[in-house]
C-alpha cells in the first residue's frame, strides 16, 4: 500500500545543540516569499516553546518543513503529505529529495547557523493502515529502503529499523553510509 | 480497505452513520453538487473549521500574495477547498482515557502537524487539517468514544467541568456523572438544533473556586446538596466576548433529576425567543438581559411545564458511574528519600493533595497548551502506570493526572521530565494562557500565543526570584476582542487591537487587569488602555514590581488594582504607550514570533507610509480621553455619571468620523447619531467582515433609548461598548484611509 504521508530527516551536525529559532522563523517567511523551496508554501507555525517538539514549521500544502527536535535531536524534517498514489519507490526518493533540498536552502542562507550531516537519513511512514510498526511492516518496505540507501550511499549503506521498541510511532528507518559525499551527490542520485 | 471498513464495528452505528453522511456531502460538494452555505454549516456543526489564509489570500511582510490552491469549489463563502483547516475535538469536562490519548496522537501526526493543542474550554484542536481527511479523523476518534459534532455552530458547545472533581477539597460532589448525562441527554438533541448562537455549559463542583467558571457560561450548574438531596444552582446568560456578562441565577436548587428537563426547558425558550437575525446579539445573555431574569424564569417554568416526558431524564444520571477508574494502589505517603534537582519547586507549583488521604492531582504546565504526539503516548503510558483513573484537559490549557499515589510523585516527576512535560510553575504566571489567534485564527489582530511564549520564557527564566504574590498571578492573552483567552478572568489581560502610527498599523494590546479567578469567575477585569504589543512584556514587569512594592499585607492583585484606580494603573502604563517613528524603532511594527510587516486582519491592504497625522487622529483622542474619564467615574461610584461619559466618547468617536467628510457636523447629540448612521452605518462603511455592524447599532440603540437608570452593570456594559465602538471607529479609518491610498495609488499608475 502507498503511504499518504512520508518524512525524511537530515540531522545537523550537531544535533543535541540548541537551534536559533528567531532565525528560522526569519528564514521560513524569507523561503515562502523567495519560494525556496518545493511545494505551495502557506505559514510559519512556532513551536519553539514545547520541548523536543518539532521547532519551527514551514506549513505548506502537499508537504511540510521544519526544524524538527524530536527525541532530542535536531533536524531538518521534510513531510511529504497529501500522496495520492504513485510507486513507492519513487515517492521515496522524491521525499529525501524534498529533505535535502531543504537542507541545502538552510545551510546556503547561513542566517540559521547550522550545517547538516548527509551521511545519514532517517525515514518515516506516517500512515498506520497501510505501513503498522511492526516485523512484517518493516519487512513490506525493507527492499525499497535498501535499494534507496545503496543509491545515495553506495555499497556497504546500512538500513536500521527505527523505533522498533515502540510500535505506536510510525514505522520508521534510518538510511546510512559512508559512500554518500555532499547533499548535491545524493540529490544527483535520486530520480527526479 | 479504509478507516471506514477497518473501524466499522468499533463505532456507535448512529455515530458511523453520522460521519458517512458527511463523508459523502464532502464528495458532494466537491462536485459542485451540494451550496457552499449549506456545505460550510454541516462542516462547522462537525467542528471542521476555517483557518487563517483559507480564502486563498496572505500578505508576506511586503505585500498580498494570491496562494496558488488549485481551482476547485470551495469549502464555504471566501473557504478555499485545499486550504487547510482546524478541527476541534470535544471532551466532556476534559476526561480523556489513555486510550484515546494515543488515537489522539495518531491522529495530530497523521493528518495535523503532530500538536495536540489543549484549549480553553477543555477541547483538543489539530490545525493544518485537510477536509478530505476529516471523516477518517472522525472515524478514528468515534471508535474511541470521542466525537467532534457540535464543537462549533449555533449549538450546544462542549460541556466543561472541574478537573479536579471527584477528588477536590472544597467540592459539595463529583459534578463528572451529571456533566456527562448532560453531555449525552444534549448531543443532536432536537431542542437544541434551532439557537441563533452557541450555547455553552459549565460544571462547578463549589462555589469558591474558579475551576468551573460557571459565572462566565450560557448555562452553569453548581453542585449543592439541599435537605440531603443532590440538585444544581442553575445560572444563565453569562459569556465573555467582546460584551462580557455574569450569568445571573435562575433556580437556587434544582433537584439532579430535574437538571435536563429543566435545561431542555432553557433550550426551548432560547430557541423560540433568542435572536436569530443578528448575530451578534444572538447568545442567550442577550435575551436574559433583554426578559430580565425573573421573566426569563418564568418562562422556563412554563415551558418545562409543557414537556413530554423523557425516561432518560433520570436513566442518565442512575446510570452513571461516580468516578471513572480506581487508583492503581492504596494512597501512600511521599517517603523521605531522595529527590532529583527540581522535585520540589515541582512539587509545590504542580501537585495539589486530593480529598482522598495518600493521593495527589499533578498539572502537566503545558506550553501554551501544546503538546507532541510523543509526549501524549508517554503520558498515557504514565497515566496506565500510575493513575487507575482518567486524565483531563484543564480551562488553562493544561492537563491534569489524577489519583497519583503520593509515593509516586518522584517517580511520575521523572516520568514527565523524561517526556518533556515536567515543566514546574503549573497555574503560576509562568503558566500563560492564548487563544490561538494570528497563528491559525482568521479574525486574529495581534499575536497572542507569539506574545504568550515571550512571556513564558521571560517570567520562568526569572520565576525563582519572583515574590510569591507575583508568582501566584495569572496572565491570559486574547487575539482580538472575543475573548476565546478569558483575558477577563486574569489578573493581567491582553487582547489584541491596533493603532495606525507613522503612516503604518502597530500591533497592540489592550491591558485589562484585576479578574477575579475565585468564586467561578466572578468579577471581570477592567480595560486600561492599548500598549503596543511589542512593549507588553515590559508592562508586565512594571505591574508586578509595583504590585509587590505597594501591595498591602494581603491584598490581592484585585484590590491593589481597585485601590490604586484606574490613575494610579494608568501612571504605570503610560510610559510604555508610545510608539516611536518607523525609523528609530520598527521592531514595534511587527509582531512576536513574526518578522513581517504588520497588517490587520491580514486584509492585505498595504497602507502607504508617510501619511500625515490626520484629522481623525486628532479628534479620537477627545473620545479615548472621556472614556477614560469614565472608568474613573465609575470606579468613584458615580454611575450615571460613567455611563454618560461612555455615551460622550462614542458619540465623538462618531463624530471624528463624520468629521472627515462632514466638517460642520454640531456638536448636537442627534446630529451627531443621524449623520453616523446615514453615512457610515446604513452604507455599511463602518461595518466589519466579522462584527458587522454590532458596534455602530451599540451607539444607535443607546441615543433611541437611554437608560432609565443606571447601576454598575449598566455603567460598566455602556464603557464596554465605547471602548468597542473607539476600536471600530479606528478600524474603519484604517480601511477607508487604505482604500483611499489605494485609489490614489492607481490614479498615479494610469
Ligand atoms: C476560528 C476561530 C474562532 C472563532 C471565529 C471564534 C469566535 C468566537 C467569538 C465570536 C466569541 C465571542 C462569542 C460571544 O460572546 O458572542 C468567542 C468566544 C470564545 N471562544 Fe472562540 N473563536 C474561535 C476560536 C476559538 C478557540 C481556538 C478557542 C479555544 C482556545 C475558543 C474559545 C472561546 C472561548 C473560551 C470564548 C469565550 C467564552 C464564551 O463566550 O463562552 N475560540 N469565540
Ligand atoms: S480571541 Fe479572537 S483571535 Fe483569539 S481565537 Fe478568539 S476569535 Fe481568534
Known sequence: MIPKRISAKIFTTEPEEAVDHDAFIALFHEFIREKTVEGLLLDVADYAHVPEGPGVMLIGHDVDYGIDQTAGRAGLLAVKKRIEGGELAALLDETVRLGLLAAKAVEGNGSAGVQFAPGAVQVQFIDRLAHENSDAGFGSVKGELEALAKRLFGEGAQVERADADEPRRPLAATLSGAGGGAIDDLVARLSS | ?750
Open chain 2, 1 to 750: 480497505m479504509g478507516w471506514k471498513e477497518v473501524l466499522n464495528d468499533k463505532i456507535d452505528t448512529a455515530w458511523a452513520e453520522e460521519i458517512d453522511h458527511f463523508d459523502s456531502q464532502v464528495a458532494l460538494r466537491k462536485q459542485g453538487k451540494l451550496d457552499e452555505k449549506v456545505f460550510a454549516e454541516t462542516r462547522l456543526r462537525r467542528g471542521v473549521y476555517g483557518q487563517r489564509y483559507d480564502n486563498g489570500k496572505r500578505h508576506d511582510g511586503f505585500a498580498e500574495q494570491t496562494l496558488a490552491f488549485a481551482d476547485v469549489p470551495t469549502k464555504g463563502p471566501e473557504t478555499v477547498w485545499d486550504a487547510p483547516g482546524m478541527c476541534r475535538i470535544k471532551i466532556p469536562y476534559g476526561g480523556v482515557s489513555p486510550e484515546q490519548m494515543e488515537v489522539l496522537a495518531d491522529c495530530s501526526e497523521e493528518y495535523s502537524d503532530a500538536i495536540l493543542h489543549v484549549t480553553t474550554r477543555q477541547d483538543f484542536q489539530l490545525h493544518f487539517v485537510h477536509i478530505e481527511d476529516t471523516a477518517d479523523l472522525m472515524r478514528r476518534l468515534a471508535a474511541v468514544g470521542i466525537t467532534t459534532r457540535e464543537a462549533c455552530g449555533n449549538s450546544v458547545r462542549n460541556v466543561t467541568g472541574c478537573p479536579l472533581a471527584g477528588t477536590c477539597k472544597t467540592e459539595t460532589f463529583d459534578i463528572s456523572p451529571y456533566a456527562q448525562a448532560l453531555m449525552t441527554f444534549m448531543h443532536g438533541h432536537p431542542d437544541v438544533q434551532d439557537f441563533g448562537r452557541k450555547f455553552k455549559p459549565a460544571f462547578s463542583g463549589c462555589e469558591t473556586e474558579a475551576c468551573g467558571l460557571v459565572q462566565m457560561h450560557d448555562g452553569g450548574y453548581v453542585a449543592k446538596v439541599k435537605d440531603g438531596q443532590k440538585g444544581f444552582k442553575i445560572v444563565v446568560g453569562g459569556g465573555l466576548g467582546a460584551v462580557p456578562h455574569q450569568a445571573e441565577v435562575l433556580s437556587e436548587f434544582t433537584p439532579v433529576e430535574e437538571l435536563l428537563p429543566t435545561m431542555q426547558a432553557v433550550a426551548r425558550v432560547f430557541a423560540r425567543l433568542g435572536e436569530k437575525q443578528n448575530r451578534n446579539r444572538a447568545r442567550i445573555k442577550f435575551l436574559v438581559a433583554k426578559l430580565g431574569i425573573e421573566e426569563f424564569r418564568r418562562l422556563v417554568e412554563e415551558e418545562r411545564k409543557t414537556l413530554p416526558h423523557d425516561d432518560r431524564w433520570t436513566s442518565l444520571i442512575e446510570d452513571m458511574a461516580e468516578t471513572s477508574g480506581e487508583p492503581v494502589g492504596p494512597g501512600e505517603a511521599l517517603a523521605g528519600g531522595d529527590r532529583p534537582e527540581g522535585f520540589d519547586e515541582w512539587l509545590s507549583t504542580n501537585a495539589r493533595s486530593q480529598r482522598q488521604e495518600g493521593y495527589s492531582v499533578v498539572t502537566l504546565n503545558l506550553p501554551l497548551g501544546d503538546l507532541t504526539a510523543d509526549q501524549a503516548r508517554a503520558l498515557a503510558d504514565i497515566a496506565r502506570r500510575y493513575t487507575g483513573d482518567n486524565m483531563r484537559t484543564t480551562v488553562e490549557q493544561n492537563m491534569v493526572l489524577r489519583f497519583v499515589r503520593n509515593a509516586d510523585l518522584v517517580a511520575v516527576f521523572e516520568a514527565l521530565t523524561q517526556a518533556g512535560i515536567g515543566a514546574p510553575g503549573g497555574e503560576t504566571i509562568v503558566d500563560v494562557t492564548s487563544c490561538p489567534g494570528t497563528d491559525t485564527c482568521k479574525l486574529g489582530i495581534a499575536a497572542s500565543r507569539g506574545l504568550g511564549g515571550e512571556l513564558r520564557q521571560r517570567l520562568a527564566a526569572k520565576s525563582a526570584s519572583l515574590p510569591d504574590a507575583v508568582k501566584a498571578l495569572r496572565i491570559k492573552i486574547s487575539g482580538c476582542f472575543n475573548s476565546c483567552g478569558q483575558h477577563h478572568l486574569a489578573d493581567i489581560g491582553f487582547y489584541g487591537n491596533s493603532r495606525k502610527v507613522d503612516g503604518r498599523t502597530v500591533p497592540h494590546f489592550q491591558v485589562i487587569l484585576g479578574g477575579q479567578w475565585t468564586e467561578n469567575a466572578g468579577q471581570y477585569g477592567m480595560a486600561m488602555g492599548s500598549i503596543p504589543s511589542k512593549a507588553a512584556p515590559q508592562v508586565v514587569e512594571a505591574l508586578t514590581d509595583a504590585y509587590a512594592q505597594g501591595r498591602e499585607s494581603n491584598e490581592t492583585f484585585r484590590e491593589w488594582v481597585e485601590r490604586i484606580g484606574k490613575r494610579g494603573t494608568r501612571e504605570i502604563i503610560k510610559p510604555f504607550m508610545k510608539v516611536a517613528p518607523y525609523a528609530e524603532a520598527p521592531e514595534f511594527y511587527s509582531d512576536w514570533g513574526d518578522v513581517r510587516e504588520f497588517t490587520i486582519g491580514d486584509l492585505g491592504i498595504g497602507e502607504c507610509a508617510g501619511e500625515m497625522v490626520s484629522l481623525f487622529g486628532i479628534e479620537v483622542v477627545k473620545a479615548e480621553s472621556q472614556g477614560f474619564d469614565a472608568q474613573v467615574a465609575l470606579e468613584e461610584g458615580d454611575f450615571e455619571e460613567a455611563e454618560d461619559l461612555a455615551y460622550r466618547a462614542m458619540l465623538s468617536a462618531a463624530r471624528a468620523l463624520v468629521r472627515l467628510e462632514y466638517i460642520d457636523v454640531t456638536e448636537d447629540a442627534n446630529d451627531i447619531v443621524k449623520e453616523f448612521k446615514a453615512r457610515f452605518f446604513d452604507t455599511e462603511r463602518f461595518f466589519d467582515r466579522f462584527a458587522k455592524g454590532k458596534f455602530g447599532q451599540y451607539l444607535i440603540d443607546r441615543n433611541a433609548t437611554p437608560p432609565a437608570s443606571v447601576d454598575r452593570d449598566e455603567a460598566a456594559r455602556r464603557i464596554e461598548e465605547s471602548q468597542l465602538f473607539i476600536e471600530a471607529a479606528h478600524a474603519c479609518e484604517l480601511r477607508e484611509s487604505a482604500a483611499a491610498n489605494l485609489a490614489a495609488a492607481a490614479r498615479a499608475e494610469q
